[in-house]
T-cell receptor, first 116, second 107 residues
Framework: EAGVAQSPRYKIIEKRQSVAFWCNPI?????LYWYQQILGQGPKLLIQ????????DSQLPKDRFSAERLKGVDSTLKIQPAKLEDSAVYLC??????????????FGPGTRLLVL | SQQGEEDPQALSIQEGENATMNCSYK?????LQWYRQNSGRGLVHLIL?????REKHSGRLRVTLDTSKKSSSLLITASRAADTASYFC???????FGAGTRLTVKP
């Protein structure tokens, strides 16, 4: 089966610009996660969706970050306006209750963002 | 706050040696998972251990879980250069990752 797809793979922008990332989870996976991983640190959960509803967005900086999953399939994460400290890899993951290990997350390759 | 915290932060060993890394967590869990991340890539699920299990094996991996101490360990036996990666633990409670253990296996 196809894995989690993310685009773009790399993005360079200047501070105060806007940027959007796209994620297409594994087909049939109801749960979708966005993580931010700063160099040298572990992934930080930004938001978790169950179908098209938000389960947890407690660590999402809502003044500049937004995410949506309108049809319960693919998702976009937006930063507006970007700051230097947003430079990181943005990882998308998905999971399903139907698998033998429903708690297992499958990760995409990530989008590497550099804010200048 | 982080649920899973790994230690040591970095570990360097020779090929063929065993590598042990530890994870501590704060609250009651149903399961704990270990993931591997090769440089510049996404995380890959390695193994899941449930709260009623004490030990689990998968190939060269052995995971233990001590719920009384709220800790888990991951042992990689007969390490290979390809095992060089960062290793993370996460619990089902909130799937929040620590900083990970950076393992370097020298050929």
């Amino acid at each position: 089966e196809a894995g989690v797809a993310q685009s773009p793979r790399y993005k360079i922008i200047e501070k105060r610009q806007s940027v959007a990332f796209w994620c297409n989870p594994i087909s049939g996976h109801a749960t979708l996660y966005w993580y931010q991983q700063i160099l040298g640190q572990g992934p930080k959960l930004l938001i978790q969706f169950q179908n098209n509803g938000v389960v947890d967005d407690s660590q999402l900086p809502k003044d500049r970050f937004s995410a949506e999953r309108l049809k319960g399939v693919d998702s976009t994460l937006k930063i507006q306006p970007a700051k230097l400290e947003d430079s990181a890899v943005y990882l998308c993951a998905s999971s399903t209750r139907d698998s033998p290990l429903p708690e297992t997350q499958y990760f995409g390759p990530g989008t590497r963002l550099l804010v200048l | 706050s982080q649920q899973g915290e790994e230690d040591p932060q970095a570990l360097s060993i020779q090929e063929g040696e065993n590598a042990t890394m530890n994870c501590s967590y704060k609250t009651s869990i149903n399961n704990l998972q270990w993931y591997r991340q090769n440089s510049g890539r996404g995380l890959v699920h390695l193994i899941l251990i449930r709260s009623n299990e004490r030990e689990k094996h998968s190939g060269r991996l052995r995971v233990t879980l001590d719920t009384s101490k709220k800790s888990s360990s991951l042992l990689i036996t007969a390490s290979r250069a390809a095992d060089t990666a960062s290793y993370f633990c996460a619990t089902d409670e909130d799937m929040r990752f620590g900083a990970g253990t950076r393992l370097t296996v020298k050929p």
